[in-house]
DNA sequence: GTCTATAGTTAGATAGAC
DNA sequence: GTCTATCTAACTATAGAC
């Protein structure tokens, strides 16, 4: 891995351990074994560390959200966008826990923010419609947007949430799927007939997941 | 208003103009044209500030979050609640922009926290099942706790969720309707009969006051 | 591409006079 | 109770050698 690659990874895990705040360009130099000057060779500032790995973050979105297929089952995919938000989830949550802050020192990385978490909006939505039409939730054009917004900041919140919720301020992987289980709920109520069992057992699958000690703590 | 005490009203306004990560003790006291000296006399840093908000954040909630009243109409209460609501999330809402970073670098604080908000999503809960025992909503039992925590999730984290998405970042007390909008929202698939119409009743209600373009914003 | 050394800045906090 | 002056520590970033 380029020096480069290895300062992104190495930034990712460090903020996700103790917060973006607390970790300095020092402090990811020297857990790295490298010197400051070297890594301000490789980036202008903090802030440029920020947006290449908001780029990460964007490329998972966009690989993995892809537009749902009409004659393939929607509860297969859904599960699928769900497993992809657990990624999510687990890989940025330092940026979630800091999101005001961030992009308050970076108008570049707030306005690509807006225009991606735009874009999600409306990839969520048509997600809603999509099981709206396959009749495995029943609910009104006019709550769809509404319902969408609070399964973003479900996503986006969920891992702040936990960390204020925990003793030690820890997150673990099962953690997450704690998540899932929150958005699943969300959902949960507009079902319907064989929609609602479908709904049930795929929450029960998260629930199991959450609660499985044999899961690897990555 | 003693000087401890307009500290602590300016480290507020401050804190939610700025956010508490770019407001330092010497701002607080340079607003108030003392000097930093005369802050350090009534606090002994800048977490014993923060101790001191927190504090009149669990006395706003313990006066205005009393068990409900079941010979009282419920969706009187609850209104009442949902307005306590706005104002703790409107007046503290640096609070929760930066919730992980200040829990995590003040261990007190933290076990107050933890405290009061197990005593919060019990109460929570407790309104989950006035409703449903008053028939305003049908909920399984299994589901009041994981509804209980998703309204928490979105009390507190919807200020941060709207300032993300926010061109300047700002926020006004209008926004803070938004998010009661999206508590109800919560609700309202669970509400059947005449119980449906009162929650959109009163979601209507939060809706216009969003929108009302006359609302002051203090 | 990497290092050492360090400049420039700011935040947090204290000492001691009034 | 309030002020001035100041110190320490830490963070960001750069210069210049290798």
Redesign the pocket.
């Known amino acids: 891995m380029?020096?480069?690659d290895k300062i992104i990874q190495t930034s990712i895990a460090l903020f996700n351990q103790h917060g973006e705040r607390?970790?300095?360009?020092?402090?990811i130099?020297s857990e790295m074994?490298?010197?400051?000057?070297?890594?301000?060779?490789?980036?202008?500032?903090?802030?440029?560390i920020l947006r290449n790995i908001f780029s990460l973050y964007k490329n998972h979105l966009k690989d993995n959200f892809i537009p749902m297929d009409k004659k393939q089952d929607v509860m297969a995919q859904l599960a699928g966008y769900l497993d992809s938000l657990v990624e999510l989830m687990w890989r940025f949550n330092f940026f979630y826990n800091n999101l005001t802050d961030i992009l308050s020192r970076d108008n570049e990385l707030k306005a690509q923010y807006l225009e991606q978490q735009a874009q999600l909006l409306e990839q969520v939505a048509a997600v809603i419609v999509g099981l709206k039409y396959a009749e495995v939730i029943e609910i009104d054009d006019s709550d769809i947007v509404e319902l969408a917004h609070m399964v973003k900041l479900t996503v986006s919140f969920w891992t702040p949430y936990v960390k204020a919720h925990s003793e030690d301020g820890r997150l673990s992987k099962q953690d997450i799927f704690g998540g899932i289980v929150k958005v699943i709920l969300l959902f949960k109520p507009y079902a319907k007939g064989a929609g609602l069992d479908q709904l049930k057992e795929l929450q029960q699958e998260y629930i199991n997941k959450q609660l499985d000690v044999e899961q690897a703590v990555a």
Do not use: Q, R, V
């Open positions: 380029s020096t480069k607390a970790i300095t360009t020092n402090h130099a074994g490298i010197s400051p000057g070297n890594l301000y060779y490789h980036f202008k500032n903090k802030e440029d």
